[in-house]
C-alpha cells in the first residue's frame, strides 16, 4: 500500500512499511525511511505502481485547465479538492485523478485560496482578475527586461531610459526593470553601472556628471532662484553717511562677490587709521524673507574650479558688492594706530564709501610681493597705503603668536578653465597680499565677536580646542588664531552665518533689540546646518579639483611626475593639489620625493594608475 501525502507544502508519495494509527513509516521511491504523521496523509493507493504515480499524475494535471475548473466551483464556498475532482471528472477520482486535481489546486494560488487540509476556496472575481492583471503585467515587465538587456549588452542605450538617465545615475529605484537590466549586464560584462551608462552614450560629459550628481542631491530644486521681486534690492541706502575715504578692495580676478575693502587715513604725528568696510546685505535681506530663505537653505556660497554656485542670486550681489566706483553700503570697522601700530581705538559705523579700486592678485602681485617691500618703495597707486597695511598686519600677527606659523609655507592652487583649457598655478600662502588681508579679517571677526560679546548680544562663534574646530553661541578662544573669541561676520554674501552675525552688529550700532537670542530656533538650526552644508561643499570643491587636475594630465600628456610621499604609500603629486595611493611604492620616509610613471585615468572614478619608477633627489 502506498500514500499521497503533503509535507512542507509539498505533495509527496511512499510506501508503507508500518501503520501505527496517528503516524506511518514509510519508504521513498529512492529508499529513503521516514516517519510522517496520518493527519498528512491525503489518500491511499495501490496502483499504479509508485515509480510511475507521479509521472501519470504530473501529465493529467498539464491538461486541468486552472479557467474552467475556478468557473465549476461556487463562489465563496470551500471545497473539499475530491469533490472538485468528481465534478470535473464526473465520477469519483480515482487516485491519479485525486492527486492530479490536487496539485492543479495547489500550483494556482491565483485562483484557489488553501483552507485546510485537502479544502480550497475559490478566489472572489475582482482579486482573481486583478492577480491575472499583475501577472500579465511581470510577464510583460520581463519581456521588456530582456529586451533591454539585449540592447545594453550592444551598448546601446534604450530609449526610454532617456528621461530616467539621472535617476539611475544618482538615485535608482532598484526595483525597476532599468535598473534590473542594468544589474545584469554589468555582472555579465564586469563592469560599473556608470561605465556601462558611459559606454552606452549616456554621460556625453565626465565633468556633468560629477557637477549633476552634486546638484542632484544637495540642490534638488535646481540652482537657479527664479524671480525676486525689485523691491527686496532697490534699495539705495540714501539716508546712510558717507565715509570721507578712498577705499580699495583685494581679490582674486574671478571673485564678484567683494565684501572687504581697505582704506588708510593719515592722521596727526605719524599715527593713521585703518578703515576695514565689509559689504552688509543685512541692509536689504530680511529675516524670513523670500530671500533670505533661499540663503537660509544654501547657507553658503560653493565653489569648484571654473564655477560656484552662490549663496544669493546675482542680482543681489551686484547691488551689495563692492564694486570700484561705485557708492556701497558697508559695516567698516576703523582702527586708530599710533606709528608703532599699536591700535589705540577702534569705532564701528554703518556708512555708505566709495570704493576707488578693486586690485587683483595678479596684477598686484608684480608690484607688491616681498622683493619689492624688502626695498622699503615700490611704485603703485596705493604703495603708501599698502605699505602700512604690510607692517600693521606684521605686528597684529606677531600679537597673535604666530610669526613661525607653519600654514605660511603652504601652497595655494588656482585653476583657470578657458574654453576647457586648464591652467593650475601656485602660490606660497603667507605672501604679502595673503598677509594683510588674513591679518585683517582676522582682526575684525575678532573685534566684532568682542564687541557682541560686551553688549550682551548673541553671535555665533568660531573656537578651536585641543585641534577640533566648532561653532558656538558662547565666545571662547580659537587656539589655531590665537584670539579670544571669533566670530565669522566679513563674509556676509558668502555665508549665511555672517549674514547672521551682520544683522546682530546692526542691530547693536543701532542700539535696536536684535533679531536673534540665544534661545532663537532660527540660529540654532541655522549654526548647526551650517556646518554640515560648509564640510559637504569643501569636499565637493576638493574632488572637482582632483577631477581637473587629471584633466590637466591628459591635457599636458603627463606620462611620468615626481611626487612626495606623505605616508606609506600616499603621495602627493608635484605642482597639482593631487593626492593618491601607489600601491608599488617600497617603503619610503615621509618627504622623500619619487618619480611615478602614470596610466590609466579614469575621468569617472577620478582615479589615475601609479606605479613608482625611483626614489629622486630632494
Not at 474552467?68 to 461556487?74: G, H
Not at 611615478?596 to 606605479?611: A, G
Amino acid at each position: 500500500m502506498n500514500v499521497f501525502y503533503e509535507e512542507a507544502g509539498t505533495f509527496k508519495v511512499g510506501a508503507i512499511l508500518a501503520d501505527n494509527n496517528t503516524s506511518l513509516q514509510i519508504e521513498a521511491l529512492h529508499g529513503k525511511r521516514s516517519k510522517i504523521k496520518a493527519t498528512s496523509v491525503l489518500f491511499r493507493f495501490d496502483a499504479p505502481p509508485l515509480s510511475e504515480f507521479m509521472n501519470h499524475v504530473q501529465k493529467i494535471a498539464d491538461e486541468l485547465d486552472p479557467d474552467f475548473l475556478w468557473e465549476c466551483c461556487i463562489q465563496d464556498t470551500e471545497f473539499a479538492s475530491d469533490t472538485l475532482a468528481a465534478d470535473y471528472f464526473g465520477h469519483t477520482p480515482n487516485p491519479v485523478e485525486a492527486a492530479a486535481t490536487l496539485l492543479l489546486l495547489q500550483s494556482a494560488p491565483m485562483y484557489f485560496y488553501k483552507k485546510g487540509h485537502g479544502h480550497y476556496k475559490a478566489a472572489p472575481p475582482d482579486a482573481l482578475k486583478a492577480a491575472l492583471a499583475g501577472q500579465e503585467k511581470k510577464r510583460l515587465q520581463a519581456a521588456q527586461q530582456a529586451c533591454y538587456v539585449e540592447q545594453l549588452n550592444q551598448f546601446v542605450l534604450p530609449e526610454e531610459f532617456e528621461p530616467r538617465i539621472p535617476n539611475l545615475l544618482y538615485k535608482p529605484d532598484k526595483n525597476s526593470i532599468e535598473w534590473k537590466a542594468l544589474e545584469a549586464v554589468c555582472t555579465e560584462k564586469k563592469l560599473t553601472v556608470v561605465k556601462l551608462m558611459e559606454k552606452c552614450g549616456a554621460i556625453p560629459s565626465s565633468h556633468d556628471y560629477h557637477f549633476n550628481q552634486f546638484v542632484w542631491e544637495y540642490f534638488p530644486e535646481g540652482i537657479g532662484f527664479g524671480e525676486f521681486e525689485p523691491h527686496q534690492v532697490a534699495n539705495d541706502f540714501s539716508g546712510l553717511p558717507v565715509a570721507d575715504v578712498v577705499a580699495f578692495s583685494i581679490d582674486d580676478a574671478s571673485t564678484t562677490e567683494i565684501d572687504d575693502a581697505f582704506s588708510v587715513t593719515p592722521l596727526a604725528f605719524g599715527s593713521f587709521r585703518i578703515g576695514i568696510h565689509i559689504a552688509a546685505p543685512a541692509l536689504g535681506i530680511d529675516p524670513e524673507s523670500t530671500l533670505d530663505k533661499a540663503a537660509s537653505s544654501r547657507l553658503s556660497t560653493v565653489y569648484l574650479p571654473g564655477n560656484k554656485i552662490t549663496m544669493l542670486p546675482d542680482v543681489t550681489i551686484n547691488h551689495f558688492t563692492l564694486a570700484e566706483n561705485r557708492l556701497c553700503p558697508v559695516l567698516s570697522l576703523y582702527l586708530d594706530v599710533a606709528d608703532d601700530f599699536t591700535v589705540k581705538s577702534t569705532e564701528s559705523r554703518i556708512e555708505k564709501i566709495k570704493i576707488a579700486a578693486n586690485l587683483r592678485h595678479n596684477s598686484l602681485e608684480q608690484h607688491f610681493n616681498e622683493t619689492t617691500l624688502s626695498k622699503g618703495d615700490f611704485e603703485h597707486t596705493f604703495n603708501k597705503e599698502l605699505s602700512l597695511l604690510w607692517k600693521f598686519s606684521c605686528k597684529m600677527e606677531s600679537q597673535r603668536g604666530k610669526t613661525s606659523d607653519t600654514n605660511n609655507d603652504k601652497i595655494d592652487y588656482s585653476f583657470e578653465i578657458k574654453n576647457d583649457h586648464i591652467a593650475i598655478s601656485e602660490r606660497r600662502r603667507g605672501s604679502p597680499i595673503d598677509k594683510v588681508v588674513s591679518e585683517l579679517m582676522i582682526y575684525v571677526n575678532t573685534e566684532w565677536g568682542k564687541q557682541l560679546t560686551d553688549a550682551g548680544i548673541t553671535g555665533i562663534f568660531r573656537s578651536q580646542a585641543n585641534g577640533k574646530v566648532k561653532m558656538s553661541t558662547s565666545p571662547a578662544p580659537h587656539q589655531g588664531l590665537g584670539v579670544s573669541q571669533y566670530a565669522w561676520s566679513s563674509s556676509p554674501m558668502r555665508r549665511y552665518v555672517d549674514l547672521i552675525n551682520q544683522r546682530q552688529l546692526i542691530a547693536m550700532l543701532r542700539a535696536e533689540p536684535p533679531h536673534y537670542t540665544k534661545e532663537s530656533t532660527s540660529l540654532l538650526i541655522a549654526m548647526r546646518d551650517f556646518e554640515t552644508a560648509y564640510g559637504i561643499y569643501s569636499e565637493f570643491q576638493r574632488a572637482m579639483e582632483r577631477y581637473w587636475c587629471l584633466r590637466w594630465l591628459l591635457q599636458e600628456n603627463i606620462q611620468t611626475i615626481n611626487a612626495q610621499v606623505i605616508k606609506e604609500n600616499l603621495v602627493k603629486f608635484d605642482h597639482i593639489p593631487f593626492v593618491t595611493r601607489v600601491p608599488s611604492l617600497p617603503e619610503m620616509a615621509p618627504g622623500t620625493y619619487v618619480k611615478l610613471k602614470l596610466s590609466q585615468v579614469d575621468l569617472l572614478e577620478r582615479s589615475v594608475h601609479s606605479e613608482f619608477l625611483q626614489k629622486q633627489d630632494t
